[in-house]
């Protein structure tokens, strides 16, 4: 087994790495090839919890955890794009942060005597042979938040014999959902998974400080959008501002680099719009938000909040942080990676789900109309998460 994938792996590594490096340097970033090798010294951090997320979005849901341990512990964060490193420099600035190296056994032992952590905690889906497997021989490994999709799952049944391998290295698997634990327990033995929750109920409530003068205007903020979701939203938004002249609406785009698309579209549709990094006002006709790690902030200053990804065929993006700020939710149908967060907060009113702009704009108009009021409150419910959790990573750094 090892040699098969160690072999496949190398050969896919030698032809996609000229790919890779130049596409993500295109994109403004580095590669950080010298840390994917391992190329470097540094200062031992010996009995450090180790963390790895993949990019940004892991490293938020990570982040309760993370802040927890930081007092007790030296932190090791690892990540997997250069969007998800930077986001780690800049919010977790008394780890160590380091591009996760690429999966070999060479590598991933070289890390490990590099920083001999204590513990490896690895945040939903990020099941690497050679990472889970080798490091399991030395320390224990935990998947927190862990999920796993019907398409993922289907991928697993029809590769068994690799991801069987791998998930039995886990120490332990926290699960999110009662069908992450049953698609999980077919491949792992039901004593290493434990429910606890989705940490996304924890991690939404931290959140940045952020300041925005609406001059009393009514907002509709539209986060994490993606293509053509901008478009269906400023189509609703014009007709709706014939109406309400005082609304306004605010997108944050999923994908920064989409910002001059966003200007170029505004600008053909006739309508104002300013930015973000350039002032804290909103006045023009869109705002646009492009900067990163604000958004969560801002949810508390709308009226009515969408979430992106969800009329894109993405499948859905965090609505608990809207949600944690007591603010009316809408989304599009194709919602399958937060499917269990729906099927939770529409019980209670707190999200509702549309098929096209006519429906969307109607419940639009709806929440600007009425004073919405949350019919849940999961203070308790994320206490109860969060004891969860620390009950089960701590039985492994206390060994």
């Avoid at 996609?16 to 993500?24: D, E, H, N």
């Avoid at 001999?116 to 927190?144: A, D, H, R």
Wanted: hydrophobic fraction near 40%; include cysteine; charged fraction near 30%.
């Amino acid at each position: 087994m090892s040699l098969l994938y160690n072999t496949l792996y190398l050969i896919l590594l030698i032809i996609s790495i000229p790919f890779l490096a130049f596409s993500i340097k295109r994109k403004g970033y580095r590669f950080d090839l010298k840390e994917r090798f391992v190329l470097y010294n540094d200062e031992k951090k010996d009995g450090c919890i180790w963390f790895h997320c993949a990019s940004v979005g892991e490293l938020k849901t990570a982040e309760p955890l993370i802040n927890y341990f930081k007092d007790k512990f030296n932190i090791l964060i690892t990540v997997s794009s250069p969007r998800g490193k930077d986001f780690a420099l800049e919010n977790f600035s008394y780890a160590t942060v380091r591009t996760l190296p690429f999966d070999l056994p060479f590598l991933i032992r070289k890390f490990l005597k590099l920083y001999n952590p204590k513990i490896l905690i690895i945040t939903e889906g990020e099941f690497y042979y050679n990472l889970i497997c080798i490091s399991s021989k030395k320390i224990p490994v935990v998947s927190i938040n862990t999920r796993i999709s019907p398409s993922s799952y289907r991928i697993y049944k029809k590769f068994s014999f690799l991801f069987s391998k791998i998930l039995s290295c886990f120490s332990k698997m926290i699960v999110r959902s009662e069908k992450d634990f049953k698609y999980l327990k077919k491949f792992i033995i039901e004593d290493k998974l434990v429910l606890c929750g989705d940490l996304k109920f924890l991690s939404s409530s931290n959140v940045r400080d952020v300041f925005l003068n609406t001059k009393n205007k009514k907002i509709i903020l539209a986060g994490s959008t993606h293509d053509p979701e901008e478009k269906v939203l400023i189509t609703v938004f014009k007709s709706l501002r014939l109406r309400y002249p005082d609304v306004r609406l605010v997108i944050a785009p999923r994908h920064l680099e989409r910002i001059p698309e966003i200007k170029k579209l505004i600008k053909e549709e006739g309508l104002s719009y300013s930015l973000r990094s350039e002032t804290e006002v909103i006045e023009k006709d869109i705002y646009i938000v492009d900067t990163m790690g604000e958004l969560s902030g801002m949810y508390k200053y709308a009226d009515v909040v969408f979430v992106g990804g969800t009329i894109s065929n993405v499948g859905g993006h965090n609505i608990i942080e809207p949600i944690l700020n007591k603010k009316p939710v809408i989304i599009g149908n194709n919602y399958e990676k937060i499917k269990d967060l729906y099927n939770f907060f529409e019980k209670y009113n707190m999200v509702y789900s549309v098929n096209n702009g006519r429906e969307l704009e109607k419940i639009i108009e709806d929440m600007l109309l009425t004073e919405f009021k949350p019919e849940i409150d999961i203070s308790d419910l994320q206490e109860k998460i969060f004891n969860c959790y620390l009950r089960n990573i701590e039985e492994f750094i206390n060994e």
